[in-house]
Each structure stands twice: as C-alpha cells, then as structure tokens.
C-alpha cells in the first residue's frame, strides 16, 4: 500500500509498505480522506516526537506514517470485536493512553503523561491506503454524514473542547485569533452554543473571506488596531472569552487584552517555543489562561452530533489535493495560503 512516512525534519516519502492485517480487538479501516493540521506542520518543519527509539507506550519509530484526522470504511475487524463491520463508515480518535496513570485514573486520559497517536508516535496513520485502529477508538459515521465530513471530526473536537473549556454562554461574544481549521471549528462550535457575536483575527485574505461567509466579524492584525477595535465593539467591556488557534505571540498578547474581566483566554494552538506574556495585564484583570489539549471522552460523540445537526458547514474553506502532493500541502497550510487541506487517499497504489 501507499502510505506518506516521515523518515525526519523535512523528510516525508510517498512509498510502498506492507498492508496491515487487524489483530485482536483491532480493526481495519480503508482510508478516504486524511487532513493536514497545524500538528503535522510542526512534526514536519521541526521535530518529530517520534524517534529511532520506540515510543514506551505503542512501540512507534521513525519513519512514522502521518495522518491523525481521517475517515475511510471497514474493511476487516480482529478477534473480539463487534461495534463495527465490514463496509461501516468510520472515524477515529487516535489519541492513545496508558490507562494507569494518574490522569488517566482521575478521568483525564486525554492528559495521560505517555499520550500518544495514532499518525504521530504510534504505528501507522491516516495518510496511508489502510490503517489500523483499537476498536474502542473508532467511530461509527452516522446516515447523512460523508467520510469527507468525518475526516474533520477530529480538529472539530480539539475546537469543541476549546469552546467548552471557555464555558462562554449562548448570547456572550468571543475572540478567535486565528482562522486555520481549528478557528474555523471555534467559530462553528461557539455559533452552535448559541453565540453569534464572534470575531475572528486572520492575516490571511482568503482565511478571513471564510470566517465571514460563516458569520464571523473579522480583522486583519496588520492592518487594525485589534484590541481597540474589539473594546470599541463591546463598549470598552472586552469579549466574554478569547480562543487563541493562530500560535503567535502576538496573537496571545490581542487575546489576553480584548477579553473582559475574568474572563477565560484558552490557549487551544502549538508554540515552537517560550512565549512571554505581560502578566499585569493578566493580573490586572483577573484573568484566567487555560490551556487546552486534545479533548476528553465523550468530545467526539458531542461533534459527530452537532455536525449531524448541520453546524459544522464544509463550504468555502476545504482543498482537496492528492496523496502525492502531501509535502506541497504541508507548504501551503504552513504558509496559510490554504485554510484546510484533506488528501484524497487512491484506491489502487499507482494512483
């Protein structure tokens, strides 16, 4: 089978590797569509978190097949299982965890201390023609869903468990810093739960053209003053809360000042290193940073129900390119010149 494998910084190679077979409680999923996120950018342009020494948890190495956000169809399904069959549509939660350790044991696996994922630092990954998943991790696809839409679910809920964390209620405003698919996911989330006085902060044209076809107000940091802007939309109050997708320092520091008093600044997007902020203005106003990582049970299930529900639009802020293209597709989301990029996985291995 076809499968993108990062072998080191900069290093990804479509080749051939065996096709794998689902062994006891596993199953095997043939791939459709795979998506590029801000994760495989930085896995791709710095550091890989796997190495040539296996992971302690799944065992990974480099080369490490990307690919944490797809869909596809079951194909086969191992010993013990029977969730899913044969010709079921699928998606998959591909953190995996130890089960043991504190977090784990006080219902925070998603916080488990040896996390690890499928695509990332755990064999295989949905950039590949076939992929093998714990049962337990995959999820059925209801009627009316595509496997297009279910290769969001994933970056969907990394956003959901951002606007959660927030706990903004419906009528309240939000800032999103960032318009890349997790802000895009902020702002359906939010709209979802009821609040419509969103804006989004964006460099990109076409990533602003987007958040505004799906009702955002949005600004562009080098051209507005985003702070004052914000404070005169609310009336000097600041934003009920402050969702920071873009991974800027910049866009940190807009966040902690446009929020109100008290008020949650969640720290949703990855930093390629220390970010300094001005802690009297945190101080100042009481204001809560929360960080937040993946998402925790039940996060998956609430996204798959609400995009069954229509909130998660598809239009306007979705590319298409092929497997060969994945490095060319890491450029442009790095680059911000594409918003959100899926891979089209081929049926046969010359495709």
């Not at 079951?74 to 069959?85: I, P, Y």
């Not at 009316?144 to 994933?154: D, M, T």
């Not at 076809?213 to 600004?219: E, Q, T």
């Amino acid at each position: 089978m076809l499968a993108a494998r990062l072998y080191g910084a900069e290093d990804l190679r479509i080749e051939e590797m065996p096709e794998p077979e689902a062994g006891p409680g596993e199953v095997k999923i043939r791939v459709a569509y795979a998506g590029i996120c801000g994760t495989d950018v930085h896995e791709y342009f710095e550091t890989p978190r796997a190495t040539h020494e296996p992971n302690p948890l799944t065992g990974a190495t480099l080369p490490q097949t990307l690919g944490h956000e797809f869909a596809g169809t079951v194909v086969s399904r191992g010993d013990g299982v029977d969730r899913v069959a044969p010709g079921d549509r699928v998606c998959v939660r591909p953190i995996r965890t130890c089960g043991v350790c504190p977090r784990c044991a006080s219902g925070l696996s998603h916080l488990c201390t040896a996390l690890a994922a499928i695509g990332v630092t755990s064999p295989g990954g949905g950039l590949a023609q076939y992929v093998l998943a714990p049962a337990g991790s995959v999820h059925l696809l209801p009627d009316g869903l595509s496997l297009e839409q279910g290769a969001l679910v994933e970056p969907m809920a990394v956003a959901l468990n951002a606007v959660e964390r927030a706990r903004v209620r419906a009528g309240g405003s939000a800032l999103v810093t960032g318009a890349g698919a997790v802000g895009m996911g902020a702002l359906f989330a939010l709209r979802a739960h009821g609040v419509h006085d969103v804006v989004v902060v964006e460099p990109s044209p076409s990533r602003r053209a987007a958040a505004r076809r799906h009702g955002a107000r949005v600004l562009d940091p080098g051209a507005d003053d985003v702070v004052e802007r914000v404070m005169r939309h609310t009336r000097g109050r600041g934003v009920d809360t402050a969702i920071e997708c873009a991974g800027r320092p910049e866009a940190l520091d807009t966040a902690i000042r446009s929020v109100a008093a008290r008020s949650p600044v969640v720290m949703v997007a990855l930093y390629s290193g220390p970010v300094a902020i001005d802690a009297s203005v945190v101080r100042l106003a009481e204001l809560a940073l929360l960080g937040c990582e993946a998402y925790p049970d039940g996060v998956f299930e609430r996204v798959i129900e609400q995009m069954a529900a229509g909130h998660y639009p598809t239009d306007g802020w979705l590319d298409h390119i092929p497997l060969a293209d994945a490095r060319a597709g890491l450029h442009d989301v790095r680059d911000g010149r594409r918003l959100k990029v899926l891979v089209d996985i081929p049926v046969e291995s010359g495709g």
